[in-house]
C-alpha cells in the first residue's frame, strides 16, 4: 500500500499539469492602413448619392477595402498604397474613360450601359489613397462624396 500511494500522486500530479495551447489565430483585418467602411458611412454616402442606402457589407483583400451597401447598387472602394503607377493600371480595366482634370492628384469617370442601366464609376487618387465610387448616381455626385471622404481621411 505504501508503494501505491506515492505511484497514485506521481500519476496525479503528471495529469495536472499545463497542456500545451496553441493561441487562437488571429481575427480578420477590420481595416487597410487605418481605412474602413466606417470612414463611408451609409447614411453621408446615401445623401451625397442621393440613394436610401443600408449598412455597407466590408470586404478587405490585401490593402483594398470595398464597401457594398445594400439598398440600392452603390460601392465605394478605398485603396491605399496607390501611386501614379497603380492608378495608370486601374485605369486600362475602364473603357470610355474622361480624365477629371484638377481633380485631386489624379482622377477620371467612366460610364458604363447595360440596356437602360447607366453605372458611373469615379475614380481618384490623392496622396497614396486611391477611391472609386461605382453607382447609378450621376459623375458629379459621386465627385462630391469623394471629395467628403478624402476630407475625412
Do not use: K, W
Not at 442606402?53 to 485603396?79: H, K, M, S, W
Not at 447607366?118 to 465627385?143: F, K, L, M, P, Y
Amino acid at each position: 500500500m505504501r508503494t501505491v500511494l506515492p505511484l497514485a500522486l506521481l500519476v496525479l500530479c503528471a495529469c495536472t499539469g499545463t497542456p500545451a495551447v496553441e493561441p487562437p489565430p488571429p481575427p480578420p483585418p477590420t481595416d487597410s492602413a487605418g481605412v474602413n467602411c466606417e470612414d463611408a458611412p451609409s447614411d453621408v454616402v446615401g445623401e451625397a448619392l442621393g440613394m436610401r442606402l443600408d449598412q455597407p457589407r466590408q470586404t478587405i483583400t490585401g490593402n483594398v477595402v470595398r464597401c457594398a451597401y445594400g439598398g440600392g447598387t452603390a460601392e465605394v472602394r478605398f485603396e491605399t498604397g496607390a501611386d501614379a503607377g497603380s492608378f495608370a493600371e486601374g485605369r486600362g480595366e475602364h473603357g470610355r474613360l474622361t480624365d477629371l482634370p484638377g481633380f485631386h492628384d489624379e482622377a477620371y469617370r467612366a460610364t458604363a450601359v447595360t440596356g437602360e442601366v447607366v453605372r458611373t464609376v469615379v475614380v481618384a487618387r490623392s496622396g497614396t489613397v486611391e477611391i472609386t465610387v461605382t453607382s447609378d448616381a450621376t459623375a458629379d455626385r459621386a465627385q462630391r462624396l469623394i471629395d467628403a471622404l478624402f476630407a475625412t481621411l
